[in-house]
C-alpha cells in the first residue's frame, strides 16, 4: 500500500489536527491487522501469550473512552481486566464497530474542547491536559499497533502495513 492509500500524516501547522492525523492513521494501523479474520483467529493468542487481537480493539476502545469521557470531560468511567479477553459473546466485527465509533466520539470531543492546553477534569488526569491525553493515545495506540503487527504475522503470516 501506498502512504495515500493508508493515510500516512501529512505535516500542518495546526497542532490538534496533526496529532489527530497520527492518532487516526495508528488508528488505522490496528483496525488493518484485526480486519478479516475470523472470530475464533481474532481471539487466537501465540502460546497463550500476548493480547489476541479483538483484545487489543477493546482494549484501545476503552482507552480512549477512559481517557476523553473521564480524564477530559470528568464523566465517571471504569477499568476492567476482562477487556483484555472479551467474553465469547463478542466478535472481532461488533469490537472493531465500536472503536470506529470511539474514535468519532473522541474525534468530535477533541475538536470541540477550546484548547489543546484545557486541563483534565477526573479519572487520573490530575495534572494533565488535552495535549497529554492526545500524546498518551498516540502512545498506547501506536505501541498496540507493534502489538498486533506481530499477532497477526504469528496467527496467519499477514505483515505489511
Known amino acids: ?81 476482562e477487556e483484555f479477553e472479551p467474553g465469547p459473546d463478542r466478535s472481532i466485527e461488533a469490537a472493531l464497530a465500536a472503536y470506529r465509533d470511539r474514535q468519532a466520539q473522541t474525534d468530535a470531543i477533541v475538536s470541540a474542547v477550546p484548547s489543546l492546553a484545557e486541563p483534565c477534569r477526573g479519572w487520573d488526569g490530575e495534572g494533565k491536559d488535552l495535549r497529554w491525553v492526545l500524546l498518551h493515545l498516540i502512545n498506547e495506540t501506536a505501541r498496540h499497533a507493534g502489538h498486533a503487527d506481530a499477532v497477526r504475522e504469528l496467527l496467519d503470516g499477514v505483515t505489511g502495513e
Open 1 to 81: 500500500m501506498t502512504d495515500a492509500e493508508i493515510g500516512f500524516p501529512e505535516t500542518t501547522s495546526d497542532e490538534r489536527d496533526l496529532v489527530l492525523r497520527w492518532l487516526r492513521y495508528l488508528r488505522g494501523a490496528v483496525m488493518r491487522k484485526a480486519e478479516g479474520v475470523s472470530d475464533a483467529d481474532a481471539r487466537w493468542r501465540p502460546d497463550g501469550r500476548l493480547i489476541s487481537l479483538l483484545g487489543i480493539v477493546t482494549h484501545l476502545t476503552n482507552v480512549e473512552w477512559r481517557w476523553v469521557e473521564g480524564g477530559v470531560l470528568g464523566r465517571p468511567v471504569s477499568r476492567a481486566e
